[in-house]
């Protein structure tokens, strides 16, 4: 049988500061509803620190006194959202190995505790600390500039949560309160909208389940949950983002596109929407399109120097097509108009076909396809080639009269860049053949093919070495542990990366420049191992190999590497 706890007043009587007379009237004063604890203090009959001790004893929980000397040195306000800490008077003092360690000063608030544990997403360690004490470190650490939202912060506060409770059920779909200003809903979406931004998002998703709706970012190409949404707001706020990307927001059951653009700390952002129907409800997409991304400059794509150099020479050739592969989110859009921002000149002009054309540069003629009435990538590169242009950027490469048209413009004096999906760049080669251009036009017209992927960069900040990297990792990237000895580095996390130990990403490329055995192999139809076999010998560098170089400049990680490259490393 479980043994009971002891009383408070027990205890503080048994350690000498309360008596029994003075236990009574505590009691007493208690029978409105407050706390006896509250009580003896507001009585006189002991100070707030003895009745935290008391607590904390009764309820076996470890006391933090927040007055000793070099206590405030262990307390980390960065690690729960300022409106807890606020409104729940709690303090965060640690995080260990996924443990998040809260002072409290309420032990019978299990509501509380539940609520620490969901909002964070963490383990939770309770220690107790006296109210007061608590109360007056958060006054002093609140003076100044309120700090920047925290990734563990929920975006669904109590006022907004009371607020849809009272207005979405009284006609979401009519969307009362989805186009007043003053609605709680069009906060949030403003605050989802920006806060991506901020945190060097890629792209929002927002996915209805059975239960509530999920808010995920993709940061550094890894989705991350950010909150869970109660799912009585998923209407109004699915409404919501599609009023703002002027979609239909009565049609639930066909897919849908939009557009938002909105102000972002003095910067236009531009959103792209998708609306597809789920089982659960339409899962929202918003694609965040950020207009200085594709200005970053040739040497910050993560070129190494001599490919690099390479780069550079194949894109001021007078013709030729040259090729960018990778899977989508590869970073493909990125290095063409990073080639054209080089080329971009008076005495050039440049014309593209794109669908859809996703960032406006000065100076380049852009063509947005529109299928639906006619306009495909078909019909503007045939009037592209009456408009006399230098350089042609074709989208992509999606089929063989696309394809046949982009070879006729490289083989009467233009240069053409365009993209495909393929894993490698020899790939590439039996890709147009399969599609049905005829051999003898691909040997003659490619000029280079380019085949990248993005890779995380380990967090400049908190990156440390690695002194026992993984062998399974180095084995797989073809580097041994000798070679990796103190220079492998491993992630740590901190609040520069928000505890990731990654921040931003590079490419890493392999760069297939043709030369007469390829171009002969090509016209044979040769296989692709082949093809694959020829350009190394030629000097081609494997994207596994631009990864080593990487990994052994410290700048990722042999896993991170791995996981970017296993099928191309499985082709070798």
């Known amino acids: 049988m479980a043994r009971s706890r002891k009383k408070l007043g027990e205890i503080l009587i048994g350690w000498g500061v309360l008596t029994a007379d003075q236990a009574d009237k505590a009691t007493s004063a208690a029978k409105g509803g407050k706390r006896f604890g509250d009580a003896v203090v507001e009585l006189g009959f002991a100070k707030e620190d003895q009745v935290a001790k008391a607590l904390a004893h009764q309820f076996g929980m470890e006391y933090v006194d927040l007055s000793a000397a070099g206590a405030a040195d262990k307390i980390d306000m960065k690690l729960i959202p300022d409106d807890l800490i606020k409104k729940h008077t709690i303090l965060p003092l640690s995080k260990n190995n996924g443990t998040l360690t809260i002072a409290i000063s309420d032990p019978l608030n299990l509501e509380l505790q539940d609520m620490l544990r969901f909002r964070l997403n963490s383990n939770i360690e309770l220690k107790l600390a006296p109210k007061g004490q608590i109360r007056r470190y958060i006054d002093q650490s609140q003076q100044g500039t309120a700090r920047q939202f925290k990734q563990d912060e929920s975006l669904v ?66 989705c991350m949950e950010r909150d869970k949404l109660p799912k009585r707001m998923q209407n109004a706020f699915l409404s919501r983002i599609k009023l703002m990307a002027a979609m239909n927001i009565a049609e639930k059951r066909a897919p849908q596109d939009g557009r938002i653009k909105i102000d972002v700390d003095g910067v236009m952002i531009d959103y792209r929407v998708s609306a597809c129907p789920a089982y659960h409800g339409e899962s929202i ?98 009037s592209m080639l009456r408009q006399a242009p230098n350089i042609i950027l074709v989208g992509e490469i999606r089929d063989k009269e696309v ?170």
């Not at 594709?294 to 390479?310: H, M, P, T």
Request: aromatic content about 4%; proline content about 5%.
């Open 157 to 222: 506060t109590e006022s907004i949560d009371k607020s849809v409770d009272r207005s979405v059920d009284r006609s979401v779909d009519k969307s009362i309160d989805v186009v007043s200003e003053d609605s709680p809903i069009i906060k949030l979406c403003n605050r989802v909208l920006a806060e991506a931004v901020r945190m060097r998002a890629s792209d929002i998703h927002i996915e209805p389940m059975a239960e509530h709706v999920r808010l995920r970012y993709r940061i550094d190409g890894v």
């Open 285 to 382: 997409v918003l694609r965040i399109l950020r207009p200085d991304s594709v200005r970053i400059g040739l040497v910050n794509l993560g070129f190494e120097q001599d490919s690099l150099g390479v780069f550079n020479k194949i894109i001021r050739r007078p013709n030729g097509i040259f090729l960018v592969t990778g899977p989508t989110g590869s970073g493909k859009t990125t290095t063409l108009y990073s080639a054209l921002d080089v080329l971009n000149r008076p005495d050039k002009k440049i014309i593209t076909a794109e669908d859809p054309v996703e960032y406006q540069f000065g100076g380049i003629n852009q063509c947005q396809v529109r299928e639906h009435i006619g306009l495909t990538f078909t019909a503007i590169l045939r």
């Open 403 to 572: 394809a046949e048209i982009a070879i006729q413009a490289a083989l009467t004096g233009h240069l053409v860049f365009s993209t495909l999906h393929t894993n490698d760049a020899p790939s590439a080669i039996t890709r147009l053949v399969d599609i049905g251009i005829k051999p003898f036009l691909v040997a003659s017209s490619i000029q280079a093919v380019l085949a990248q992927r993005l890779i995380r960069i380990l967090c400049p900040k908190c990156k440390a070495i690695d002194e026992n990297p993984d062998p399974k990792y180095l084995r797989l990237i073809g580097l041994t542990p000798e070679q990796a000895a103190g220079k492998a580095m491993k992630p740590v996390g901190c609040d520069n990366c928000n505890g990731l130990g990654y921040r931003g990403r590079k490419g890493i490329y392999e760069m297939m420049v043709m030369n007469s055995t390829i171009r002969d192999l090509a016209f044979k139809v040769a296989p692709v191992t082949e093809i694959r076999r020829a350009a190394l010998e030629a000097g081609m560098r494997p994207l596994v190999g631009d990864g080593c170089i990487k990994v052994l400049n410290g700048m990722t990680t042999a896993d991170e590497i791995a996981r970017m490259t296993q099928a191309e490393i499985g082709n070798d």
